[in-house]
């Protein structure tokens, strides 16, 4: 599931096989939840300036003062390929595909892809809306903090959700930093003290740095397969720690699945 961590190694990847390289060839195709095509033939013989992860926004910029940027939501993928290489998967799921001579980089099934000018994106809604970024080294937590406090009356839960709060959680970090400070998910951020929300931010962020090297999410400090992670997608098995079966639910309108331990994360709220 793509959050902050998976996008800040994409960018890595990327940025390695792109920047300082000439598109020859870029095309975009409408698939499952793409209907807004942008006609990448502007970027064709322009330069690959940068590379950036900005949350989960991924923003590709070129020498001729364009920008692609896109978002993964649940299920895409950038995928990085020598020429004519095989693909790990179908052409029909290919979103956006940028060619150099050197390698093709191509991003599957993601429901947001725009090419934006310098003004497009000084304006861009989602891109202003961004809360501090928790991968950034500019990372403000100050600032994250008094975002959250401005949602005092949600459920912590979709607070730690809220891009506008802080970027770069998912669902996967909501759960487990939740169960790391040992904080109900489902109490209003109100029931929580500054030092209890600056205790969530700090854990976030460490554990976003520690699993930007790629491979399997860990959050529990061991590797071992089905031994990654403390609650997340493991509803119904003891808690690591107490031994309480965890327990799942719907949570927020996007309804989105909150993974706890009701002792070890009890709350009198």
Known sequence: MPEGDTIFRT???LRAALVGRRIVEARAQAGPGLRHV???SRVVAATVVS???RGKHLLIGFDNGLTLRTHLRMKGSWHRYRPG????LP?????????TAESVAVLFNAPTVELLTDADLRRSKPLRELGPDLLSRSFDADEALRHLRDRDGEELGNALLDQRAMAGIGNVYKSEVAFLERLDPWAPVAA?????LLGALRTARRLLQANTRGGARVTTGSTAPGEGLWVYGRSGRPCRRCGTLIRSARQGELARLTYWCPRCQFSST
């Open 38 to 40: 942008p006609d990448l």
């Open 11 to 13: 960018a890595e990847v």
């Open 85 to 88: 290489e095989r693909w790990r």
């Open 51 to 53: 590379v950036e992860a």
């Open 91 to 99: 052409v029909r799921q290919a979103s956006v595909i940028l060619e």
């Open 192 to 196: 929580f003290t500054d030092d209890q």
